[in-house]
């Protein structure tokens, strides 16, 4: 069954370093997406991903995180320097139907922590 | 701004037992709820996608219900087995058409043998 893969499965970093997280989405889904889970918190959106461009965004996003689909097939999530606080759980999520019609479908996501 | 909530935090049953898990929502005007399972320390496997014009949803054991009106959905879990302990996580989807979803904190469900 097609899955949506992420790498790496853990990252630990430095304060004031920069990550990058990396997902295939499922081969002919068209819509993307980034959302983080703190540890023991909900399940939050960062942002989505349609035909290039960013559809919305989560007051989360700031200027320090970007997102790009650099070929057909990765998706990648960059925090250009992380803080403490961005120590979480990042899921990508994947959709072969716009918006709100589409059924979600989540890898098994990228742990992050920040020292 | 849309709440999501889901009662209990936690649960715990014999196997065997049938059961439910709540979720409720603020906001009324939802265009449809994903019901989605987490195993620790992993990712949200979709288990159900309800749209707002139905009123329930089953795959095998399970079985979800949407109640727009009084902002609720249950899932419905028959004949629990040791393998079905996780946490549930319901979302839905807003007024946004992004694909953006509300999430709530989820039910810990332990069924013991």
């Known amino acids: 069954e097609p899955e949506v893969t992420q790498t790496p499965s853990h990252q630990v970093t430095q304060m004031g370093q920069e990550v990058i997280l990396r997902c295939v989405p499922i081969?002919?889904?068209?819509?993307f997406y980034w959302y983080r889970q703190i540890l023991g918190q909900k399940v939050e959106f960062l942002v989505s991903?349609?035909?290039?461009?960013?559809?919305?965004k989560s007051e989360i996003f700031d200027d320090q995180f970007s997102v790009e689909r650099p070929d057909g097939s990765n998706f990648t999530l960059k925090i250009r320097s992380t803080k403490l606080e961005d120590s979480a759980m990042y899921f990508c999520?994947?959709?072969?139907?716009?918006?709100?019609?589409?059924?979600?479908?989540f890898g098994e996501g990228s742990r992050l922590t920040v020292l | 701004k849309q709440e999501v909530t889901q009662i209990p935090a936690a649960l715990s049953v014999p196997e065997g037992e049938n059961l439910v898990l709540n979720c409720s929502f603020t906001?009324?005007?939802?265009?449809?709820l994903q019901w989605f399972r987490q195993d620790p320390g992993k990712g949200l496997t979709s288990l159900l996608l309800?749209?707002?014009?139905?009123r329930e949803q089953t795959s095998g054991r399970l079985n979800a219900s949407l109640d727009k009106s009084s902002g609720r959905s249950t899932l419905y879990i028959a004949a629990s087995q040791p393998g079905d302990s996780a946490t549930y996580l319901c979302?839905?989807?807003?007024?946004?058409?992004?694909?953006?979803?509300?999430f709530g904190q989820g039910t810990t469900l332990q069924v013991k043998p």
């Open positions: 309800i749209q707002s014009s139905q």
């Open positions: 979302a839905v989807h807003g007024s946004s058409n992004t694909g953006k979803l509300i």
């Open positions: 906001d009324s005007a939802i265009y449809n």
């Open positions: 991903f349609y035909n290039n461009e960013i559809s919305e």
């Open positions: 999520a994947s959709s072969p139907k716009a918006g709100r019609a589409g059924e979600l479908f």
């Open positions: 081969s002919n889904h068209l819509y």
